[in-house]
């Protein structure tokens, strides 16, 4: 069965100093992952996927098909990285997505 | 930030009541999705539609109905039989399902009195 999880409800960090996000994942065959971010008041959007192996406002993320893992980073987080994140996973053939449970990030002045 | 557009932000209703949630979108999208957002859990995938006058169960589909008579418009319905209603519900679209980029809508919280 497909599943994400995220062990860290809240993670809190000090603007300037890095941050990581994990995720987790467990699934039989090669996935797609993605990281989704929702700011306060906005709607839920795509933040970067695994794929394009881009980096989007300073966070990158890199699949780790032998730990399962997909660990959204940045070094240096700023105040406006507050948000909550949500890692999310599409199995093949462009099956339907599964959330994990989502992180808050709070970065503090 | 128009798109996908969801109605009303908050309802209320009384316990054995239906109610229906609102979700439209002018992006020409084929596929529509509802989730469910509960804290702690992330988000819970409904039903969804991958075209016109067809949609699938997803994950937690008991106690929910939907219909999609038109390509911009995927009502979700949550009948009496759901026993856990309040929550935060979801609408999102993508150009198919096979497309990786969901578009989210605002959402709409519901509260069962």
């Known amino acids: 069965a497909q599943r994400v999880t995220q062990p860290e409800k809240l993670l809190s960090v000090f603007k300037g100093a890095p941050v990581e996000l994990k995720c987790n994942y467990s699934y039989s065959g090669s996935p797609e992952l993605f990281w989704y971010v929702q700011y306060s008041r906005q709607r839920l959007q795509l933040l970067l996927r695994h794929i394009s192996r881009e980096s989007i406002k300073g966070f990158t993320a890199d699949l780790n098909k032998g730990e399962t893992s997909f660990h959204l980073k940045k070094p240096f987080a700023q105040e406006e990285d507050s948000a909550m994140y949500y890692c999310a996973l599409r199995g093949n053939y462009g099956q339907n997505f599964v959330f994990g449970p989502g992180t808050r990030l709070s970065v503090l002045p | 930030d128009g798109g996908i557009t969801q109605s009303p932000k908050y309802l209320f209703r009384k316990e054995g009541q239906n109610v229906t949630l609102s979700c439209e979108q002018n992006l020409n999208h084929d596929a529509m999705y509802w989730y469910r957002q509960d804290p702690g859990q992330g988000l819970r995938l409904i039903y969804y539609?991958?075209?016109?006058?067809?949609?699938q169960k997803g994950d937690i589909a008991e106690g929910y109905s939907v219909s999609r008579e038109k390509k911009e418009s995927f009502p979700l319905t949550v009948t009496s039989a759901q026993k856990n209603p309040t929550a935060f519900y979801l609408c999102?679209?993508?150009?198919?399902?096979?497309?990786?980029?969901?578009?989210f809508g605002p959402g709409t919280r519901l509260t069962v009195l």
């Open positions: 999102a679209s993508s150009i198919n399902t096979a497309t990786d980029t969901q578009y």
């Open positions: 539609s991958q075209i016109v006058n067809d949609f």
